[in-house]
T-cell receptor, first 113, second 117 residues
């Protein structure tokens, strides 16, 4: 398999603050996705970012595949940003299961008004 | 646009009873389909995946099984539930992958919360 480690495990912020979530992975990947799990359990796609940088509103993400990490930036956080943020990767190369995503344990983000 | 449905949304079942969870995808054809389970403590684990009708691969040995009777339908079943089967079950789809060099974004359904009592 492949190890996916996310940090920090928990993060508490006041509304308006910025934050950076990190995802480290142990092997080469074809695919890296960031998800937000809302209080109802729905996994919402944030970014599909096997390499490079993308931005979507207040959120942006950067993946440095050669150094095996990805960062998710949340700026001007809002209470609706609360929830669990997951990083998931698909291992590349021979012997890997097509499309199988390996998930980290997530970062629980709580934003207070 | 593509949508993915799961039902039921919640389910409470006694130990030893059978299980059938259904997942359907609309707006795409020949998708890859996946069943994941999320136990308490957040981590998601892949249970089954399918690249076509009748083609099922299992990632984790357990008392669960999966079937794909139609192109866009994926079913998770059990003949006798165990307490350890409790959890949040998520179905996902992605576009068909042509070979091992391609990779496509996965999209998840709303999930089924199963409690085995």
């Amino acid at each position: 398999g492949i190890q996916v480690e996310q940090s920090p495990p928990d993060l508490i912020l006041q509304e308006g603050a910025n934050s950076t979530l990190r995802c480290n992975f142990s092997d080469s990947v074809n695919n890296l996705q960031w998800f937000h799990q809302n209080p109802w359990g729905q996994l919402i796609n944030l970014f599909y970012i096997p390499s490079g940088t993308k931005q979507n509103g207040r959120l942006s993400a950067t993946t440095v595949a050669t150094e095996r990490y990805s960062l998710l930036y949340i700026s001007s956080s809002q209470t609706t940003d609360s929830g669990v943020y997951f990083c998931a990767v698909e291992k590349s190369g021979r012997g890997s299961t097509l499309g199988r995503l390996y998930f980290g344990r997530g970062t629980q983000l709580t934003v207070w008004p | 646009s593509q949508t993915i449905h799961q039902w039921p949304a919640t389910l409470v079942q006694p130990v030893g009873s059978p299980l059938s969870l259904e997942c359907t995808v609309e707006g795409t054809s020949n998708p890859n389909l996946y069943w994941y389970r999320q136990a308490a403590g957040r981590g998601l684990q892949l249970l089954f995946y399918s690249v076509g009708i009748g083609q099922i691969s299992s990632e984790v040995p357990q008392n669960l099984s999966a079937s794909r009777p139609q192109d866009r339908q994926f079913i998770l079943s059990s003949k006798k539930l165990l307490l350890s089967d409790s959890g949040f079950y998520l179905c996902a789809w992605s576009a068909t992958m042509r070979d091992t060099r391609d990779s496509y974004e996965q999209y998840f359904g709303p999930g089924t919360r199963l409690t085995v009592t």
